[in-house]
């Protein structure tokens, strides 16, 4: 069974910069796999951030952007604000109409 | 603008069949090139993808729960549908259906908190 990780949590100062990253138990995230990245807050449906590693969806501000570093993808916050607070997933299309969510990341900001 | 609607019981027994139902509107669920979808998130935990249904009747599911699985669509009714067996207090969760392409799910439902408990 794949797994796709993400680190449980990370803090950021107000306007601080923060890289979350989403990687696979076995192998390398490429573009391939077409990451997407999406942010849920308490009591709320996911919202899309990013998708095909570094589209953001309409609406997004630029503050949020996505990227392949290593063998993992990975979504920046530079200039993080008080209402970035929330949990953050990534998704991967695994092929053969197969999708794994990663186990998710939660930031604060403080 | 399209939306999408989970709706269903809010308890089911154990052993039982869960079933829910997402509407869809502002947009027809038999347009070409979409997948829709159903994803859990049990309560305090992360998303889990259920499975898809592309707009031509294709299936996909999890491995790890396509055993139980079963995705159908009604166009008449602008509808697809989950439906979960023999479900245990491990299948409590809240359920989102959302449209999808390969490379994204959105729009997403505001999604459907389902309790399994006798």
């Known amino acids: 069974q794949t797994v796709v990780t993400q680190e449980p949590s990370f803090s950021v100062s107000p306007g601080g910069t923060v890289t979350l990253t989403c990687g696979l138990s076995s192998g390398s995230v490429s573009t391939s796999y077409y990451p997407s990245w999406y942010q849920q807050t308490p009591g709320q449906a996911p919202r899309t951030l990013i998708y095909?590693?570094?589209t953001r969806s309409s609406g997004v501000p630029d503050r949020f952007s996505g990227s392949i570093l290593g063998n993992k993808a990975a979504l920046t916050i530079t200039g993080a604000q008080a209402d970035d607070e929330s949990d953050y997933y990534c998704?991967?299309?695994?092929?053969?109409?197969?999708?794994?969510f990663g186990t998710g990341t939660k930031v604060t900001v403080l | 603008q399209l939306q999408l609607q989970e709706s269903g019981p809010g308890l089911v027994k154990p052993s039982e069949t869960l079933s829910l139902t997402c509407t869809v509107s502002g947009g027809s669920i038999s347009s070409s090139s979409y997948y829709w979808g159903w994803i859990r998130q049990p309560p305090g935990k992360g998303l889990e993808w259920i499975g898809s249904?592309?707009?031509?009747?294709?299936?996909y599911y999890n491995p790890s729960l396509k055993s139980r699985v079963t995705i159908s669509v009604d166009t008449s009714k602008n509808q697809f549908s989950l439906k979960l067996s023999s479900v245990t207090a491990a299948d409590t969760a809240v359920y989102y259906c959302?449209?999808?392409?390969?490379?994204?799910?959105?729009?997403w439902g505001q999604g459907t908190l389902v309790t399994v408990s006798s």
């Open positions: 998704v991967l299309y695994m092929g053969s109409g197969i999708y794994v």
């Open positions: 095909s590693t570094n």
């Open positions: 959302a449209r999808h392409v390969i490379t994204r799910f959105d729009p």
């Open positions: 249904i592309y707009y031509s009747g294709s299936t």
